[in-house]
């Protein structure tokens, strides 16, 4: 149901008023509200009206008590708060199928909607808790020496703004595009503000009410708008940020909001994007790509009827290939059957609304200034199980543009339509896709590694995303409009050149990057991480016998030395099989500028520095797991002696086990005090021993 909370007030003729979630409690307008009606029947399903709501007391509300709930938690617990979640989404999956049909969506389409966004809010938590710290700032890159002594350094860092985050989104993903929209903010310590789109917000607020009932999430960290937003941004301020996907005209608009001119609100927009998909110059219709080709327009024509931002709405093909491309599409298309979401057999379901049908055929109308269709009819469908009059049902639409042909890279027919355009050369094939004024996502398919190369070289400016496709990596690829949590979503240009997703960039894209300067200590006090110049402690018990409990920032250990003979090296060589000649051939070694005789193998002396620091005996540590930024910076010739120096440098623990990690600074000298080798040593050590 879209509302669990009907009065008795309701008749069967009147659908139930959806809800608002505001300042911890739901609120229900004061007026009727406006009918929300099944994509496929016109029935009302809901009704929708935010009248009444304090939009100010949300924002207060969303700040004064989300924000710092959230911010208390490290990014592991947020992490696993948003996990939680999902798996609960994920069993109620079914209810939300339900009412993903009355917005006109098959089960495919819902599938792409509802499974897709619980699997971005399961990817971006995974990626928090593999690549974020289980801690409250993030730091970015290396330190950096300000100073000749080594005393005052500075540290680029990021840190969790105290505003809110608002997003509005777009009718065609009312699941996907509020969790991949929230997943970030909330790892990132930003409470949400939901403003769904009103022709679907009823799947959204059956979605939310089921995260509300979890009780997983800190009070305040989400809240939903149904109805109108009117206001919102006026409550908005230089801390917090609106994220838009809808139309480029709604996205202009939302630009000159004073708010945003001069508040400092920062706004991201995903808008309207006429993507494209290129015909490479070698495909022949007998070779896979070209199948491969057909099957992805059709695809993106008709998954979601075409209601989708990442749709291809450019089919851009060599001249020659045009009569072979527009046969093999239309005969593939004839094969879609339209109707009822819910009917057996149904490929395409209808559009979202009556008014949208309207506006895809408007849209193709214009086309026509400069394109034929050479499928389908915009006024005429057959309809399984369903009205056609009554239903937003309309037939999958192709076009074939005229040479010179301006209106397919001007218009945007958000549904079930695209245009072949053809092109003389690959630099005519870049030229026409940047004529789409960039979008959110390009396709290339082409077995050609060259053709590959200059087409994405000319194409990616003016595209977030580009699939390249071919027969290696067909069976394993997402297709051209599936948007991936790992991979930054969004475009240039006329797309909005809003960045979303990406993995941890999508985190951090939420947070505030500052530069940090101040001495070793301080930074290390600052950022968690020790830092090279802060201070050691170096304790009587060896730090490999102390637990995680145990451990702190800056434990020290000091080797003793180790003698690097002529033995050790030729030993090493033929152990192992390494025989370069600078470690095995006098003459050849003394001729190479950068060693003047033999010398030890880098990992020889890697090898001997673990001797010198590694703690025998069973104990806390577990396991090593790895080095990173491994360095040789001095060779180490026979006769050289080596100790280390091993310093905690950042403890981990894991929320979902009984360790953690902790990464340990590795600093390797010879008899001059010259560093020789520098790493970091990655452990997994019990919390208690």
């Known amino acids: 149901m879209p509302n669990a909370s009907a009065t008795n007030s309701e008749t069967e003729s009147q659908a139930p008023l959806l809800e608002s979630f505001a300042c911890g409690s739901w609120f229900r307008a004061s007026d009727e509200g406006e009918p929300l009606l099944d994509a496929a029947t016109s029935e009302e399903v809901a009704r929708i009206s935010s009248t009444g709501l304090d939009l100010g007391a949300m924002t207060a509300y969303a700040r004064e008590v989300g924000g710092p709930a959230l911010r208390s938690m490290t990014f592991h617990e947020r992490a696993a708060a948003l996990k939680a979640m999902a798996k609960v989404l994920g069993e109620h999956k079914d209810e939300f199928y339900a009412l993903s049909a009355r917005s006109g969506a098959t089960l495919r389409d819902s599938m792409v909607d509802i499974d897709g966004g619980i699997g971005t809010v399961f990817s971006i938590a995974s990626k928090g808790t593999r690549e974020l710290p289980n801690d409250v700032v993030v730091l970015d890159g290396q330190v950096e020496r300000l100073g000749r002594e080594g005393t005052f350094l500075g540290q680029h860092l990021y840190t969790s703004r105290p505003g809110v985050a608002v997003q509005i989104n777009a009718f065609n993903f009312p699941v996907w595009g509020m969790l991949e929209k929230l997943a970030p903010a909330f790892i990132a310590g930003l409470p949400t503000i939901v403003k769904p789109a009103s022709q679907t917000a009823y799947v959204t607020e059956a979605v939310v009410r089921r995260i509300i009932e979890s009780g ?9 708008l149904c109805g109108s937003p009117a206001g919102l941004l006026d409550e908005l301020g230089p801390q917090d940020s609106v994220a838009f996907t809808g139309s480029a005209s709604t996205g202009a608009h939302l630009r000159q909001h004073p708010s945003v001119l001069h508040g400092g609100v920062q706004l991201g927009v995903e808008a309207d994007s006429l993507n494209c998909s290129i015909l490479g110059t070698d495909v022949a219709a007998d070779d896979p790509e070209f199948e491969l080709f057909v099957k992805g327009v059709v695809t993106e024509m008709t998954l979601k009827a075409g209601q989708k931002c990442t749709a291809i709405r450019r089919v851009i093909v060599p001249e020659a290939m045009a009569d072979e491309v527009v046969a093999a599409i239309s005969a593939r298309l004839a094969k879609i059957t339209v109707g ?28 026509r200034a400069s ?30 543009a005229y040479p010179g042909a301006s209106e397919p890279h001007d218009i945007e027919p958000f549904g079930p339509v695209a245009t072949v355009i053809t092109y003389t050369d690959l630099d005519d094939a870049v030229r026409l896709a940047a004529r789409g004024q960039g979008s959110l996502v390009g396709s290339i398919v082409t077995h050609d ?4 190369r200059t087409l994405t070289r000319g194409l990616a400016p003016w595209h977030g995303r580009l699939l390249v496709l071919d027969r290696s990596c067909a069976a394993e690829s997402t297709g051209h409009g599936s948007p ?21 960039r999508a985190v951090l894209h939420h947070m505030q990057r500052s530069a940090v300067q101040g001495s070793p200590d301080m930074l290390t006090a600052i950022g968690g991480q020790w830092i090279t110049g802060s201070s050691r402690t170096v304790t009587p018990e060896h730090p490999f016998r102390k637990s995680l409990a145990e451990l702190a920032v800056g434990d020290t250990i000091s080797s003793g030395s180790r003698l690097v003979t002529l033995d050790d090296i030729e030993h090493f060589a033929d152990f192992t099989g390494d025989a370069f000649y600078a470690h095995t051939d006098e003459e050849a070694a003394t001729k190479n500028p950068l060693f003047g005789g033999i010398v030890a193998h880098g990992y020889l002396v890697v090898s001997l520095a673990a001797g010198l620091f590694v703690d025998p005996d069973p104990g806390p540590v577990l396991a090593n797991f790895g080095v990173d930024r491994l360095r040789f ?53 019990a919390k208690t021993r």
């Open 449 to 452: 590694a060259e053709v590959a």
């Open 484 to 504: 991936l949590p790992v991979l930054v979503h969004g475009g240039p240009g006329r797309a909005g050149g809003g960045e979303e997703l990406g993995g941890v």
């Open 371 to 400: 394109a034929e269709i050479v499928f389908g009819n915009p006024d005429v469908v057959e309809v399984v199980d369903a009205d056609h009059e009554t239903g937003a049902f309309m037939s999958p639409v192709l076009l074939r």
């Open 633 to 685: 910076l001095t060779p180490v010739k026979a006769g050289d002696s080596i100790k280390v120096e091993l310093t905690v440098k950042q403890i981990t623990p894991r929320s979902n086990a009984d360790y953690g990690e902790v990464r340990w600074d590795a600093t390797v000298t010879n008899g001059a005090d010259e560093p020789v080798a520098t790493y970091d040593v990655l452990t997994l050590v």
């Open 340 to 367: 009822h979401p819910s009917s057996e057999g149904v490929r395409m379901g209808a559009l979202a609304s009556l008014a949208q049908r309207d506006e895809v055929r408007k849209a193709v109308q214009a086309l």
């Open 216 to 224: 997983l999430l800190p009070e305040g960290t989400l809240q939903l």
